[in-house]
């Protein structure tokens, strides 16, 4: 992708002025034939305004048209596109690093029972290879690291390339393994195997092999680098991986449907009742916080409260993923999309997990409900201001982890969760529980995050217009 700092504008009077501010060859800019410093101002905004426009994708402002410097032949732009400075993914290492702190908590989960029996955390290595064995470990441990290493080579670019990024990934997919199997030695529910690691540094390996060839199309000149641009915000890669992540998180079952972010009720409920009891001594007697579950529940049957609190969820998550979109992008049907992946990934995890084989167990008459609602109130929102939409979905994803955590459980809940698998997809499991425990919170913390940074850049402006 071409770079937009490399293009050359119009200087007023003739010159050519770059887009970063400098002075171009053959003309002479604004401050050259002492015009006047407002003039000069309004051409560098000028200017910015086009940055902008061409980094976009197309020009927004009405003279960007005109601004920019006529066209040269495609072999001239290739030309000068290979002697660009290349930059690095932002989006990419963000992705390897959460996709990394997955691995660790897939690999030492369930995080209990640690314990010591003499042995050297890497004595796994001299073991010879497990005698007992299952195929589908192999390809569970292969394909699990695969994307570790693609990600890997990506987020190297554009330093190391080619087949120095490919033996970095293996090497760095390799020590991980390592060093997650060798802790695997004290604890009890796992178990340290050399097959493990050398399936997982393989797994490493084709990753990077499989992204290492198409690493430049993807991050500098692809299609799909372009289409990012052009359809999202440029500084929008966290928000894109929350929504990317969304699926994912509602793997897991609940009792109502995207019903996550329970991780208090899960804490409370580790608690004895005395513990219990000396948190609520803390609180006014006018709250009947003891009561409060059961009266809130007498409000409506359950089914209403499922298809309030998927409505909630689902517009929540689906307006969050619409914040960086850009005006020009086909945001309904990008929208659609998310929602009928998150099905998809449903579905396939109830397949997967489920031992009387029922796909759509969790589709009640509740969550039926709340899956149109909030699909048609993501979709009417997207005519609202971006601001507009931010609020909306922040008080959406509150409310419903307030009715998460103080609503009773569905006592069939128990049901569908005994039919859900658990030993064999023992790090499946542990992962889409901690999706769906952390992502609303995730969510909140970037809204709070985001707020902070605006009201700090409002305070600049003010404190620079009051000098």
Same mark, same amino acid.
């Given at each position: =992708?071409?770079?937009?700092?490399?293009f050359r504008?119009?200087?007023p009077?003739?010159g *050519?002025?770059?887009?970063d501010?400098?002075?171009g060859e053959?003309?002479?800019?604004?401050?050259?034939?002492?015009g006047?410093?407002?003039a000069?101002k309004?051409?560098?905004?000028?200017?910015?305004?086009? *940055? #902008?426009?061409?980094?976009?994708?197309? +020009?927004n @402002?009405?003279g960007?048209?005109?601004?920019?410097?006529?066209?040269?032949?495609a072999?001239a732009?290739? +030309?000068e596109s290979?002697?660009?400075?290349?930059?690095?993914?932002? %989006?990419a290492?963000?992705?390897l690093?959460l996709?990394?702190?997955?691995?660790?908590?897939g690999?030492?989960?369930?995080f209990?029972?640690?314990r010591?029996?003499? %042995?050297?955390?890497?004595?796994? $290595?001299?073991?010879?290879f497990?005698r007992?064995?299952?195929?589908f470990?192999?390809?569970? #441990?292969?394909?699990?690291?695969?994307?570790?290493?693609?990600?890997?080579? $990506?987020?190297?670019?554009?330093?190391?390339?080619?087949l120095?990024?490919?033996?970095?990934?293996?090497?760095a997919?390799t020590?991980l393994?390592g060093?997650?199997?060798a802790? /695997?030695?004290?604890?009890p529910?796992?178990v340290?195997?050399?097959?493990?690691?050398?399936? #997982?540094?393989?797994?490493?390996?084709?990753?990077?092999a499989?992204?290492?060839? +198409?690493?430049?199309?993807? %991050?500098? *000149?692809?299609?799909?680098?372009?289409?990012?641009f052009r359809?999202?915000?440029?500084?929008?890669?966290?928000?894109?991986?929350?929504? &990317?992540l969304?699926?994912? +998180?509602t =793997?897991?079952p609940a009792?109502?449907?995207?019903?996550?972010?329970? !991780?208090?009720?899960a804490l409370? /409920?580790r608690?004895?009742a005395s513990?219990?009891?000396?948190? $609520?001594?803390? @609180?006014?007697?006018?709250w009947?916080? *003891?009561?409060?579950?059961?009266?809130l529940?007498?409000r409506?049957?359950?089914?209403?409260?499922?298809a309030?609190?998927?409505?909630?969820?689902?517009?929540?998550?689906? &307006?969050?993923?619409?914040?960086?979109?850009?005006?020009? &992008?086909?945001?309904?049907r990008?929208?659609?999309?998310l929602?009928a992946? @998150?099905l998809?990934?449903?579905?396939g995890?109830?397949f997967?997990?489920s /031992?009387s084989?029922?796909?759509?167990?969790w589709?009640?008459?509740?969550?039926? &409900?709340?899956?149109?609602?909030?699909?048609?109130a993501a979709?009417l929102?997207?005519?609202?201001p971006r601001?507009?939409?931010a609020?909306a979905?922040?008080l959406?994803?509150?409310?419903?982890?307030?009715?998460?955590?103080?609503?009773?459980?569905?006592?069939?809940?128990?049901?569908v969760?005994?039919? !859900?698998?658990?030993g064999?997809?023992?790090h499946? #499991?542990?992962?889409?529980?901690w999706?769906?425990?952390?992502?609303?919170?995730?969510?909140l913390?970037?809204?709070?995050?985001?707020l902070?940074?605006?009201?700090?850049?409002r305070?600049?402006?003010?404190?620079?217009?009051s000098?």
């Amino acid at each position: =992708m071409i770079d937009a700092g490399r293009f050359r504008l119009r200087a007023p009077h003739g010159g *050519r002025r770059g887009m970063d501010g400098g002075e171009g060859e053959g003309g002479s800019g604004v401050g050259d034939r002492g015009g006047k410093a407002g003039a000069r101002k309004a051409g560098e905004r000028k200017a910015d305004e086009e *940055r #902008n426009a061409i980094a976009g994708g197309e +020009a927004n @402002t009405p003279g960007a048209a005109h601004a920019v410097a006529p066209a040269r032949p495609a072999g001239a732009l290739a +030309a000068e596109s290979e002697r660009l400075p290349r930059r690095s993914s932002t %989006l990419a290492r963000q992705s390897l690093a959460l996709y990394a702190a997955l691995i660790v908590y897939g690999s030492w989960y369930p995080f209990s029972g640690w314990r010591s029996l003499g %042995l050297s955390p890497f004595a796994y $290595l001299g073991d010879p290879f497990p005698r007992y064995w299952t195929v589908f470990d192999i390809v569970t #441990n292969v394909l699990g690291y695969m994307p570790f290493g693609a990600l890997m080579v $990506l987020a190297m670019w554009p330093r190391w390339r080619g087949l120095v990024a490919v033996l970095l990934a293996t090497a760095a997919g390799t020590l991980l393994s390592g060093v997650m199997e060798a802790v /695997q030695t004290w604890l009890p529910t796992r178990v340290a195997s050399n097959l493990d690691l050398a399936s #997982n540094a393989l797994g490493a390996l084709l990753g990077a092999a499989l992204a290492a060839p +198409a690493t430049g199309a993807l %991050l500098e *000149r692809g299609f799909l680098r372009r289409l990012r641009f052009r359809w999202f915000e440029r500084d929008a890669a966290v928000l894109m991986v929350l929504a &990317a992540l969304w699926p994912f +998180a509602t =793997m897991y079952p609940a009792p109502r449907l995207f019903g996550m972010g329970d !991780w208090p009720r899960a804490l409370w /409920q580790r608690l004895d009742a005395s513990m219990q009891d000396a948190v $609520l001594a803390w @609180t006014p007697a006018a709250w009947h916080l *003891r009561s409060l579950s059961e009266a809130l529940a007498a409000r409506l049957p359950d089914s209403g409260w499922e298809a309030l609190v998927a409505t909630l969820n689902l517009f929540g998550a689906a &307006a969050f993923a619409s914040l960086p979109m850009r005006s020009r &992008a086909p945001r309904a049907r990008l929208v659609l999309l998310l929602i009928a992946t @998150t099905l998809v990934v449903k579905v396939g995890a109830t397949f997967l997990q489920s /031992q009387s084989g029922l796909l759509f167990d969790w589709a009640t008459p509740g969550a039926l &409900a709340g899956l149109v609602w909030g699909a048609l109130a993501a979709l009417l929102a997207l005519r609202l201001p971006r601001a507009v939409r931010a609020a909306a979905a922040t008080l959406a994803l509150g409310v419903a982890l307030l009715l998460v955590n103080l609503l009773p459980v569905n006592p069939y809940f128990d049901v569908v969760l005994a039919d !859900w698998r658990q030993g064999r997809y023992l790090h499946f #499991n542990g992962l889409a529980r901690w999706l769906a425990w952390t992502w609303p919170w995730a969510a909140l913390a970037w809204t709070a995050f985001s707020l902070e940074r605006a009201w700090l850049v409002r305070r600049a402006r003010r404190a620079a217009r009051s000098s």
